[in-house]
């Protein structure tokens, strides 16, 4: 699911995450689709 919003004051969301997508800028990747993971 997505951490919500990336501004720099919202980065409470990121300490809860256990992975990080990588999607390449103006990649057309959608919800569902297969992307690389980095496990935290």
């Known amino acids: ?3 919500g919003g990336q501004g720099s004051h919202q980065l409470a969301a990121m300490t809860r ?4 997508a990588v999607v390449p ?6 919800e569902g689709d297969p992307v ?4 935290l």
């Open 1 to 3: 699911r997505r951490s």
């Open 17 to 20: 995450a256990d992975a990080l």
């Open 25 to 30: 800028d103006g990649s057309p990747a959608g």
């Open 36 to 39: 690389d993971v980095i496990l």
